[in-house]
T-cell receptor, first 114, second 111 residues
């Protein structure tokens, strides 16, 4: 058990809908990372937050947004969903901001858009 | 163009064999990570390297910054090592602190 929790584990929704994925980092970790893993694109970095501030931005679509709250949990909001958004979404946490610290991964949320 | 290239894509080994997985990257990096993804989908971080060599049990990871290359070695391989191994690099601040991932090496260790 990594200590990182993600909810929900599975989500099935229709095209055009909006969903929110939630991540609670390991106790004491200030950084949260969001990743998308699809069959055709592999793992992709979406965004990193450190202590409530956006630290780095990857291939995150404009339809997606994220935030980190004062209690350090993070939410990833996906809107106007398309079939191609079906994927596993992982969050990870680490103690530092630089990406030079070991990351602890949550179990993932499997999103299916129909 | 892939910033991170891994080889081989697939690897089958007999139990006890010495295994090497290679990772080459084309960007300047601040760190390189080796990840293990189990068949159930869970991801575990094995190593974070910025220079030199690290060892955890039967796993050894090395990095050559000048050559932009890293290797993950598994000594005395075991069927429980069967998983996908993924190389990831963190680029520096001048390129936006991005993470780039290899496509993974699928390892099967046969008893």
């Amino acid at each position: 058990d990594s200590g990182v929790t993600q909810t929900p584990k599975h989500l099935i929704t229709a095209t055009g809908q909006r969903v929110t994925l939630r991540c609670s980092p390991r106790s004491g970790d200030l950084s949260v990372y969001w990743y998308q893993q699809s069959l055709d694109q592999g793992l992709q970095f979406l965004i990193q937050y450190y202590n409530g501030e956006e630290r780095a931005k990857g291939n995150i679509l404009e339809r997606f947004s994220a935030q980190q709250f004062p209690d350090l949990h993070s939410e990833l909001n996906l809107s106007s969903l398309e079939l191609g958004d079906s994927a596993l979404y992982f969050c990870a946490s680490s103690g530092g901001a630089s990406g030079r610290h070991e990351q602890y991964f949550g179990p993932g949320t499997r999103l299916t858009v129909t | 163009k892939n910033e991170v290239e891994q080889s081989p894509q697939n690897l089958t080994a007999q139990e006890g064999e010495f295994i090497t997985i290679n990772c080459s990257y084309s960007v300047g990096i601040s760190a390189l990570h080796w990840l293990q993804q189990h068949p159930g989908g869970g991801i575990v971080s094995l190593f974070m390297l910025s220079s030199g060599k690290k060892k955890h049990g039967r796993l050894i990871a090395t990095i050559n910054i000048q050559e932009k290359h890293s290797s993950l070695h598994i000594t005395a391989s075991h069927p429980r090592d069967s998983a996908v191994y993924i190389c990831a690099v963190r680029s520096g601040p001048s390129t936006g602190n991005q993470f780039y991932f290899g496509t993974g090496t699928s390892l099967t260790v046969i008893p």
